[in-house]
């Protein structure tokens, strides 16, 4: 979430997420936070449908969340949440 909160205070407006892949054990981290005035969409509802997506589960506020999935393929799950996420912020 350091990580997390760096960015999103270097770009207030941005909509930020963090997946790491945990090549051990085979766990996907995934950390987001999303602007202030961000009505569309949530931290805790992008988190969850990532997370959820990952096979895994997630939880936190409309401001900052975090969870845990599994993928072999990162990128994929990258790819995923911005479309997911993109989506969302141009309804």
């Known amino acids: 979430m350091k990580t997390v909160n760096q ?6 407006h ?6 790491a892949h945990q090549r051990h054990s ?3 981290l995934c950390a987001c936070q999303v602007p202030k005035d961000s009505s ?9 449908a990532v997370c ?3 096979g895994g589960s997630a939880g936190g506020s409309a401001l900052v969340a975090k969870g845990t999935g599994s993928s072999d393929d990162i990128t ?5 949440a911005e479309d997911f996420a993109r989506h969302k912020i141009q309804r």
Do not use: N
Request: net charge positive; charged share 15%.
């Open 40 to 48: 569309s969409l949530s931290a805790a509802d992008w988190a969850l």
């Open 26 to 28: 085979g766990r996907v």
């Open 76 to 80: 994929e799950a990258l790819r995923w």
């Open 14 to 19: 941005s909509h930020v997420m963090l997946l």
């Open 52 to 54: 959820r997506h990952l």
């Open 7 to 12: 960015l999103s205070a270097a770009a207030p």
